[in-house]
């Protein structure tokens, strides 16, 4: 069985894409054929959300295990197929690409299809417009995590610095620390 998903962003109006992929596929498959298919950076957290007809979020998949102890905060993408919690045609997706900047996208499923034989999924069945920047680390005015050592520590200092009335002695922070 194959799920056919329309995807739209509220950010761009010129984009569009349909994406064919196997019903027995994780939502962590889902996600790597969406970042692979825009040139996104894989590695950015991301999360997908059922919702209702008005878009409004419910359950949430997430790259990795955030459990907590009042119960699953959220569940893994890898740890899920699509047609666990896919049923029917309409069935709708907020896919959260940038979670520094809020994007997300609109996904739908519009079908469900047979396989065709010969075809390799994930496929991307209809594409239209330029997709959306993705922010980085260097957008937000931060280094990567391995210049954070030694003079990266004077950004994250000045970034607390702008917080009013943080305090890190409160905080447990120890401004001497040393690795």
Same mark, same amino acid.
């Given at each position: 069985m194959i799920y056919k998903f329309r995807m739209i962003t509220g950010d761009e109006k010129a984009f569009l894409r349909d994406y064919e992929i196997k019903a027995s596929n994780t939502f962590q498959d889902f996600h790597e054929a969406i970042q692979e298919d825009l040139g996104y950076d894989p590695s950015q957290l991301a999360s997908f959300f059922l919702t209702d007809e008005q878009w409004n979020k419910g359950l949430e998949l997430t790259l990795i295990d955030m459990?907590?102890? !009042?119960?699953?905060?959220?569940?893994?993408?890898? /740890?899920?197929?699509?047609?666990?919690?896919?049923?029917?045609?309409? =069935?709708?997706?907020?896919?959260?690409?940038?979670?520094?900047?809020?994007?997300?996208f609109f996904i739908e499923l519009l079908d469900i299809l047979d396989e065709?034989? !010969?075809?390799?999924?994930?496929?991307?069945?209809? /594409?239209?417009?330029?997709?959306?920047?993705?922010?980085?680390?260097? =957008?937000?005015g931060l280094t990567d995590l391995d210049s954070l050592e030694g003079e990266g520590e004077d950004e994250i200092d000045e970034l607390f610095d702008d917080i009013d009335g943080f305090d890190a002695e409160e905080f447990g922070f120890d401004e001497s620390y040393e690795e």
């Open positions: 459990q907590n102890d !009042g119960g699953p905060a959220a569940i893994p993408m890898d /740890s899920i197929m699509l047609q666990d919690l896919l049923k029917d045609r309409k =069935d709708r997706l907020l896919y959260v690409y940038d979670i520094f900047a809020e994007k997300a065709k034989a !010969g075809r390799e999924y994930p496929y991307c069945s209809a /594409s239209v417009g330029e997709a959306p920047e993705q922010s980085s680390f260097d =957008d937000m």
